[in-house]
Nanobody, 119 residues
Framework: QVHLVESGGGLVQAGGSLRLSCAAS????????MGWFRQAPGKEREFVAR????????YYADFVKGRFTISRDNAKNTVYLQMNSLKPEDTAVYYC????????????WGQGTQVTVSS
């Protein structure tokens, strides 16, 4: 069973940075795609970024391109989301998710970590 635990959220001023971590366990993740999503109050959950574990190919939502970077550490089985130039509209609960490569839906989710950006 896949187990995902996010950490690294917090309160930061606009223009600041945070790095989120997602510790993954329970599987060999070489054939997985790892994603970050977020959900702001009163809004639907939205895709932020994803990385194909094997090879490291990345893809980003337009609203984070150039500001956020997704990466993974194979030795630690951890996926990161480096967030720079944060804006108040980035305030949300951020979730880590996993899906098998070739699957269209993310089957496994973490509990989320709160990111709050003050103006």
């Amino acid at each position: 069973q896949v187990h995902l635990v996010e950490s690294g959220g917090g309160l930061v001023q606009a223009g600041g940075s945070l790095r989120l971590s997602c510790a993954a366990s329970g599987r060999t993740f070489s054939n997985y795609v790892m994603g970050w999503f977020r959900q702001a109050p009163g809004k639907e959950r939205e895709f932020v970024a994803r990385i194909i574990w094997s090879g490291g190919s990345t893809y980003y939502a337009d609203f984070v391109k150039g500001r956020f970077t997704i990466s993974r550490d194979n030795a630690k089985n951890t996926v990161y989301l480096q967030m720079n130039s944060l804006k108040p509209e980035d305030t949300a609960v951020y979730y880590c998710a996993a899906r098998l490569y070739g699957s269209t839906s993310y089957a496994d989710w973490g509990q989320g970590t709160q990111v709050t950006v003050s103006s």
